[in-house]
T-cell receptor
């Protein structure tokens, strides 16, 4: 299947700092990328959907000024957690899909473990 | 609104025995159904999907799933479980509506395969 990479795999930061997570589709062009958050032993919570070159669409309850998403190209999306606080500690997973429409498979990155001290 | 239910939080199976991980869905249109597996501290890996056609779908690592429209189910199966199959399994549905390409996930089922 298609490959989606994420960097970094884990990051520890101090409260109040910003953290950027990169998501790349390595072997296909991702017209749409998704960012999820997963709490321990829980399902994935969709945070936002981004299309290349346009503003991200955030799910209800997700602060767009805190979680900045930039889908700069068809292979790269970034999530920046601004002024991170301990409650932002979580497992963040990105996902990407090509242009094949709703029948196309959505591929996931390996995830980024964020710990805010 | 679309939804997915995985009624079992955990399934325990002995190695070599068949396994079933249950999934039921609720949608207002034709469903596109997916199974993913997640190993600890990893992202989700795609196993298989049902779009249309044959109700029995074969996927990666010997897994298969059967689409049953009358029961609105898409249970994941494997004839002979391996210890390495132990992981968290997610069922997901996508519907062709104004909801775009968003997947709706179930809550996940932890599969434990023991020797």
């Amino acid at each position: 299947g298609a490959v989606v990479s994420q960097h970094p795999s884990r990051v520890i930061c101090k409260s109040g700092t910003s953290v950027k997570i990169e998501c790349r589709s390595l072997d296909f062009q991702a017209t749409t990328m998704f960012w999820y958050r997963q709490f321990p032993k829980q399902s994935l919570m969709l945070m936002a959907t981004s299309n290349e070159g346009s503003k991200a669409t955030y799910e209800q309850g997700v602060e767009k000024d805190k979680f900045l998403i930039n889908h700069a190209s068809l292979t790269l999306s970034t999530l920046t957690v601004t002024s991170a606080h301990p409650e932002d500690s979580s497992f963040y997973i990105c996902s990407a899909i090509g242009s094949g429409g709703p029948t196309e498979t959505q591929y996931f990155g390996p995830g980024t473990r964020l710990l805010v001290l | 609104a679309q939804s997915v239910a995985q009624p079992e939080d955990q399934v325990n199976v002995a190695e070599g025995n068949p396994l079933t991980v249950k999934c039921t869905y609720s949608v207002s249109g034709n469903p596109y159904l997916f199974w993913y597996v997640q190993y600890p501290n990893r992202g989700l890996q795609f196993l298989l999907k049902y779009i249309t056609g044959d109700n029995l779908v074969k996927g990666s690592y010997g897994f298969e799933a059967e689409f049953n429209k009358s029961q609105t189910s898409f249970h994941l199966k494997k004839p002979s479980a391996l210890v390495s199959d132990s992981a968290l399994y997610f069922c997901a549905v996508r519907v062709l509506t104004g909801g775009g390409n968003k997947l709706t996930f179930g809550t996940g089922t932890q599969l434990k395969v023991e020797l």
